[in-house]
């Protein structure tokens, strides 16, 4: 279940239907799909036919011809390096279509100079229209992994804004992962000279 905030004032949206009201007003769809197809964990392919269906579905509304799944772990090779390619203000010229498996992450969507958050978790679909500026962090425990949508059989690409707005935002994520603030303990240990 996504959360929507809205980082420069309190506001919070945790209920389906306010959350999809509020994003479609501005362009995005989210929906709520079913988890129950098949296992989270299972192999790129078998998540590929389980969702056969709903895939298919998605491609006629879009006009997307291809779908592939991304799987991102701690341990995935040059984890911070892919995730800078996606933490700074972009658009793209196709739409970013994603359907969460499993883990978790927020979408940032900076549209008509409003930032919305959307944090996104295991059900959750978002679509983010070409053109729309947005940028995306994973949560603290570094996993997601999630169908995705093309419209060109290449890939996308990233168009950077270079706004630098993105720095002004903390990604923080609060959901079942979230163990709370991160605290100073007030203890520090100093080497005597
Ligand atoms: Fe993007």
Redesign the pocket.
């Known amino acids: 279940m996504a959360v929507l905030r809205f980082p420069e004032t309190t506001q919070k949206i945790e209920n389906e239907q306010e959350i999809r009201a509020t994003l479609s007003a501005v362009g995005i769809d989210y929906e709520r799909w079913s988890l129950d197809r098949v296992p989270a964990e299972s192999s790129a392919d078998a998540v590929l036919a389980a969702y056969a269906e709903e895939i298919d579905a998605m491609k006629r509304r879009g006009g997307y011809v291809t779908a592939d799944v991304i799987d991102v772990k701690p341990e995935t090779p040059n984890l911070e390096t892919m995730l800078a390619k996606?933490d700074k203000e972009?658009t793209?010229s196709e739409d970013?279509v994603r359907f969460i498996l499993a883990g978790r992450g927020i979408f940032f969507l900076h549209l008509g100079g409003t930032v919305y958050s959307v944090e996104v978790g295991p059900g959750d679909m978002l679509r983010?229209p070409r053109g729309a500026t947005?940028w995306?962090t994973l949560c603290e425990d570094r996993r997601i992994r999630a169908i995705r949508w093309f419209q060109q059989t290449e890939g996308w690409t990233?168009h950077y804004t270079d706004s630098g707005v993105d720095k002004d935002y903390q990604p923080l994520c609060f959901g079942p992962a979230y163990l709370g603030p991160r605290v100073a303990t007030g203890i520090s240990v100093e080497r005597s000279a």
């Open positions: 996606f972009h793209h970013e983010v947005h995306f990233p």
